[in-house]
């Protein structure tokens, strides 16, 4: 570089005055945190000869906050250990399998073969019925959302009988080649035999798809209660379902005939309708969603309800909180006292508690459809 203004020569520069370590530390930075280790065993020296005089003296050993010195040390020892031992109430169980050891399947003659029947709770008290969906049985179609923790809450005040379709159970065995699979009407006839077999007198019915048709079939003759995940399921129907009987399932299914139901709504009267309190649910994804609405169109409108809950397809599966919610409702309007479960929010210092929003439309439609 040049000398000066009236100097022209150059001259090189040495490395060192170019390039500056960021690599290293400086020395001046061994020397602050040699000044910290100081300060520290010199902090720590203190407090071990304050801790010694305090074992001669009477009065308790108190800190700059007030605080007993040894209370804490055994309080943070009993916090870590607690923490360590913290297990949830209700384990989130929300696999499929047939393992639940206070589930006790019951096979149950009828005139159209045995049927098996999965019983849960105590049986003294207040009866739930389900039904399951095409492909599906009580396991693949109820097992998660029962075991879900606030329907576990809600199920301590009922018993619970899962009736599964002829030969739908997990692990069954072809039907016989000359098995006549029941119709529709014949499936919903086997439920006598189910509620004779357990001495019930009313259920309160819950049905998928398939099992809510059938459900609604048994209390049109009978005037019972009755409202009405893809590669696991897929890897389940291979394993468990045995698929010759399902399509004996399916095939009644197809051939069913129609429910014969409508109401009068000129003259306000239901001709003939479910005479007891009806919940229709499906989600807002449901291909099916129409259909609901039709049958809520048929239905009479002073003691049924529809209910479209949002952001799902599978109402079980995708949101059981919610569904869980509105079944303690229905309930409740049926005259059973159940506490309310409550979902909790922590903002700031405060904590709220308010039950789970849901969106209820009764009979979204003004006009009866018939087909």
Known sequence: MPGGPGNPTYHSLERDHVYKSTTTIPEAKFNV?????????????????????????????IDSTGLNLSRRMQA??????????????????????????????????????????????????????????????YISNFQAFFNFSDMRSLLENFSVYHVNAPGQEEGAQPLADDYIYPTMDELSNQLLFVLSYFGLHSVIGLGVGAGGNILARFALSHLWYCPHLVDGRRSYFEQCVNPINLALFIDAYIRRTDLNISRDLENRTCTQTLGMPVMNITG??????????????RLDPTSSSWMKISDCGMVLEEQPSKLTEALRLFLQGLGYVLSQTLRVSVSGDSVRSSPWPIRITENPIDHAVHC
């Open 76 to 137: 943070e020892s009993m916090d870590d250990v607690d923490l360590r031992q913290v297990q949830l109430s209700i384990p989130l169980t929300r696999s499929l399998a047939r393992t639940d050891p206070t589930v006790e399947e019951v096979y149950v003659e009828t005139d159209r073969g045995s049927i098996l029947v999965a019983v849960a709770g105590n049986r003294g008290k207040p009866a739930i019925l389900t039904y399951h969906d095409l492909g599906l049985n």
């Open 284 to 297: 807002a994804f449901s291909p099916h969603v129409d259909d609901t609405v039709i049958l809520n169109s």
């Open 33 to 61: 945190f040699e000044s910290l280790l100081k300060k520290a065993y010199t902090v720590t020296a203190s407090a071990a000869q304050t801790v010694a005089k305090a074992r001669n003296r009477s009065e308790p050993l």
